[in-house]
């Protein structure tokens, strides 16, 4: 399964934030700004509308000639720069006017009862002067003014800048943290579980400094139960292989002479394997191994060989389809054991007449030992359980020799080298074993 | 050839003394690591055969002692103990071989045959062919800090040539000196890990480090 990396998820609740926080800032700056323009112009508007009415108000007062007459001439005198006036009568029909607000299409008005209009693009602010006249100034909505309509596009487009800038920053100071992370991993992958492993990285946050700890505090408690463990596999090797070291030193001799000693001399041996293949999967799995190259075709021909003479001249001899040289990184006892099992196994089942074919080969970075045979194959169902400890088939129960153990030794095997071990149906009709390893480069 | 056998056990030391002396070799035997030590001191011996669990202290110790005390004489380390992890803690203590117990005859003879046809072991310094380094403590062989990956018996051939390096080594000598046998099996293998070496150790920047003498045998190339 894939995983999404941590450095991802961060970085993407990061970008969620910084974008997040630089879009609020920009919009809360942007509608502040907009609402205190908006009142500054209202003030304006309302100040300048007033102080029209009171410039039209003077001059009639002065002139004695009637409000349109004054209102001429308060706008032939007075102007503002964005501003228009205007006189309107009751109809909303315009009087008299001055100044030009672009656009400003001057169309009878319905007068609000505040005085204020909210129009499209302008503002308006109106008073009535007299009882028969409407003054009313006309601007462009502060809005809508070409300075702040750009200032507002600089502000939207420094947002995903800022938020671009923010999350690049973010992602290599992110990556630079994590970095400590991945060294304690990489420590933690190398080292071996065994008696007095423990892991140092430079750890400069607490958290990683905890980890560590959390870390030799486990690696600590697994030395000791190996060891323990390790001890006893050996004290009980040792108890088990002297008295048949002795056993075989009496028969040995005299085997040549006495049948009945040859016999149990076999027995010596089956015993010896039986011994072996329990302690192998006492062992656990983590267990060191030598590390020396083997080559898989060599051991495939030395069993081959092998086999040929030890299973009597009835025997057919197992094929061996391999390349000249495949490597793997292990241990050459373990490994032999493992493809001998496989062919004991395919001997044990198809019979002695069973073709037995040894392949070897290299797929991309894998190691792939492959032992089919034509015998009568794996029962379906089975597949999984002949790596069992002592699963044998019902149709083998009784009548083969063994204990069972000889798949489970070889998947203890498989998983000490960091491989797999699987069955199929063989092309040959029989069953396949594939024993798959990684290879050394 | 004197083999001297150090072993606790009464009827395995037997059995390894007859099964020797039969093989042609003179014979000696032990039970404790204090005879072993003091007899190793006096000399004359070709090769040891140890017993990993001695009564007083054990044998791997021995091994150890020995090679700290500059004694090259070839040891093969007999154990019913565990399984690989005790090769790797013989051979790192300076032993040989290793041989699991319960053994057979002929396994032994085999194994005591080549263990004593290989020379001299190397001390600990790397010997070196061109910018190929061999290791012996830690048998590997690296090539300008890379490792040649060697198998088991490719290593065997390089070590024992470079054992006693210079020297034409016949055929039949190195088969018994790696496989204590010399019958036509061997014979074929042999053959071939030498073509592999030499390709390996070609790759690796030696080309000519083994030289093929016609008729006679391999030796390695003495720069020195």
């Given amino acids: ?441 | 050839m004197r083999i001297l056998v150090v072993e606790d056990q009464r009827e395995v030391r037997t059995f390894v003394l007859e099964t020797l002396e039969a093989a042609g070799f003179t014979v000696e035997g032990v039970s404790t690591y204090e005879a072993a030590d003091r007899r190793l001191l006096a000399g004359g011996v070709a090769g040891v055969v140890l017993d990993w669990m001695l009564p007083d202290r054990p044998g791997v110790k021995l091994c150890e002692e020995m090679r700290r005390r500059k004694d090259p004489t070839p040891v093969l380390m007999l154990t019913a103990r565990g399984d690989v992890e005790d090769r790797v803690a013989g051979l790192e203590a300076g032993a040989d071989d290793y041989l699991k117990k319960p053994f057979a005859a002929a396994e032994l003879r085999a194994r005591v045959r080549a263990l004593v046809r290989r020379g001299p072991r190397l001390t600990d310094a790397v010997v070196r062919i061109g910018p190929v380094e061999i290791h012996p403590a830690s048998r590997q062989v690296v090539s300008e800090g890379r490792e040649v990956p060697l198998t088991t018996r490719e290593f065997d051939i390089l070590e024992t040539l470079a054992r006693q390096r210079g020297r034409v080594l016949s055929r039949p000598r190195l088969l018994l000196a790696i496989w204590g046998t010399d019958d036509e099996a061997a014979s074929g293998s042999l053959e071939v890990l030498m073509a592999r070496l030499r390709r390996k150790l070609a790759a690796a920047g030696a080309p000519d480090a083994i030289r093929t003498v016609r008729g006679v045998g391999y030796a390695l190339r003495d720069d020195a």
């Fill in chain 1, 1 to 441: 399964m894939k995983r999404e990396t941590l450095l991802g998820q961060l970085l993407t609740a990061h970008t969620l934030v910084v974008a997040g926080t630089c879009a609020f800032l920009v919009l809360a700056t942007m509608g502040a700004s907009a609402l205190l323009l908006r009142q500054a112009q209202d003030r304006t508007v309302e100040a300048t509308v007033a102080e029209v009415m009171n410039g039209i108000v003077v001059e009639e007062r002065e002139s004695h000639r009637g409000i349109v007459a004054a209102a001429d001439e308060y706008f032939d005198e007075t102007s503002l720069e964005g501003f228009r006036f205007e006189l309107l009568d009751r109809q909303g029909k315009i009087i008299a006017s001055r100044g030009e607000v672009a656009d400003w299409v001057p169309e009878a008005i319905q007068i609000p009862p505040d005085g204020k209009a909210r129009g499209d693009r302008f503002r308006t602010g109106t008073l009535w002067c007299g009882s028969d006249h409407v003054i009313r100034v006309v601007t462009l909505d502060v809005l809508h003014l070409a300075a702040v309509r750009r200032a507002a596009a600089v502000m939207l487009a420094a947002l995903p800048l800022a938020a671009a800038f923010g999350t690049l920053l973010g992602r290599r100071l992110f990556r630079r943290r994590l970095a400590a992370l991945a060294r304690l991993e990489g420590a933690v992958a190398k080292t071996a579980a065994e008696a007095g492993a423990s892991i140092d990285v430079p750890a400069e946050t607490r958290e990683i400094a905890t980890l560590q700890d959390a870390f030799n505090g486990l690696l600590g408690r697994l030395g000791e139960a190996l060891s323990r463990e390790r001890r006893f596999t050996q004290e009980a090797a040792h108890e088990l292989r002297t008295p048949l070291a002795t056993l075989r030193a009496r028969l040995e001799p005299i085997a040549a002479a006495e049948p009945r000693a040859a016999q149990a001399l076999d027995d010596v041996e089956a015993l010896d394997r039986l011994v072996d293949a329990l302690l192998l999967l006492a062992r656990s799995e983590s267990a060191p191994l030598p590390t020396t190259p083997v080559n898989l075709c060599d051991l495939a021909r030395d069993i081959a060989q092998r086999r040929s003479l030890t299973d009597g001249g009835g025997a057919r001899r197992p094929e061996v389809d391999a390349p000249d040289e495949v490597l793997v990184r292990g241990s050459e006892d373990l490994l032999a054991r493992a493809l001998g099992n496989l062919v004991d196994n395919a001997r044990k089942f198809g019979g002695p007449k069973a073709r037995i074919v040894i392949r070897v080969r290299e797929e991309g970075p894998r190691a792939i030992v492959s032992v089919s045979d034509d015998g009568p194959g794996i029962p379906a169902g089975s597949a999984e359980r002949v790596f069992e400890r002592f699963f044998r088939g019902a149709s083998s129960r009784g009548t083969t020799e063994g204990a069972g153990l000889g798949l489970a030794v070889v998947r203890a095997i498989a998983t000490r080298h960091h491989g797999t071990i699987d069955a199929r149906p063989s092309e040959l009709g029989g069953a396949e074993l594939l024993l798959d390893l990684p290879a050394l480069r």
